[in-house]
């Protein structure tokens, strides 16, 4: 079975800086994916950023960007340019590259991210 | 726009006293997720269908239960809610291609539920 460890329960970082949110997971599979989702309070949960395995690119979207080593089994988070609305719990997720019924994914515990002005 | 909403956003029941919460989704995706989270913690699948077929998971308690009427709706139900049950109750969704594939799920804004 696969597993997630987010080992941080909260970090905090001042609005405009840089902060790195690390997600480490183990499993025997070659293809998979992994995401972060973002859950602010008391609002929906959505997602960040999607990696495949089989891609050697790092993913990045606006201000979020990923470090991806496949080998060291580590998917760690970067958000340049911080803002008070990144303040939320950040989940790391992993989802096996199958498809049918048992598809699903596997989060790590979270990560509690505030933002100071 | 298309979305997971869930009714109600939030819930008070009595201990023991049968609930449903109601998730619904305009984006016609197949699979259908329900998870449960309590505070600070990570989202814990309960159980989920694919199309019409109900996959449980191995520790969901027998307490819940679930319907999918349609590809639209899908419903879940606390048989006789305990003070444990309290907690937030996510739905969502995804489109899982017949091949491998990137899909991801979408989730609905939580229903959070409190047993008095």
């Known amino acids: 079975a696969q597993t997630v460890t987010q080992s941080q329960p909260e970090m905090s970082v001042q609005e405009a800086e840089t902060v790195t949110l690390s997600c480490t997971y183990d499993?025997?599979?070659?293809?998979?994916?992994l995401f972060w989702y973002k859950q602010p309070p008391s609002r929906q949960m959505i997602l960040v950023i999607r990696?495949?395995?089989?891609?050697?690119q790092n993913a990045t979207e606006n201000r979020f960007s990923v470090n991806f080593q496949k080998a060291a089994k580590s998917f760690s988070l970067k958000i340049s340019d911080s803002q008070l609305g990144d303040a939320a719990m950040y989940f790391c997720?992993?989802?096996?590259?199958?498809?049918?019924?048992?598809?699903?994914?596997?989060f790590g515990k979270g990560i509690t991210l505030s933002v100071r002005p | 726009d298309a979305m997971v909403i869930q009714n109600p956003r939030y819930q008070v029941t009595q201990f023991g006293k049968p609930v449903t919460l109601s998730c619904s989704q305009t984006?016609?995706?197949?699979?259908m997720y329900w998870y449960q989270q309590k505070s600070s913690q990570a989202p814990k699948l309960l159980f989920h269908?694919?199309?019409?077929?109900?996959?449980n998971e191995a520790d969901t308690p027998d307490n819940f239960q679930s319907r999918r009427p349609n590809t639209s709706f899908c419903f879940l139900d606390i048989r006789s809610p305990g003070l444990g049950d309290a907690a937030m109750y996510l739905c969502?969704?995804?489109?899982?291609?017949?091949?491998?594939?990137?899909?991801?799920?979408?989730f609905g804004p939580g229903t959070r539920l409190t047993v008095t």
């Open positions: 969502a969704t995804s489109r899982v291609p017949r091949d491998r594939g990137r899909y991801e799920q979408y």
């Open positions: 499993t025997s599979e070659s293809d998979y994916y």
């Open positions: 990696q495949e395995a089989y891609k050697q």
């Open positions: 997720a992993y989802r096996s590259e199958y498809t049918g019924a048992n598809s699903k994914l596997t």
């Open positions: 984006l016609n995706h197949n699979v």
């Open positions: 269908y694919y199309d019409k077929d109900f996959n």
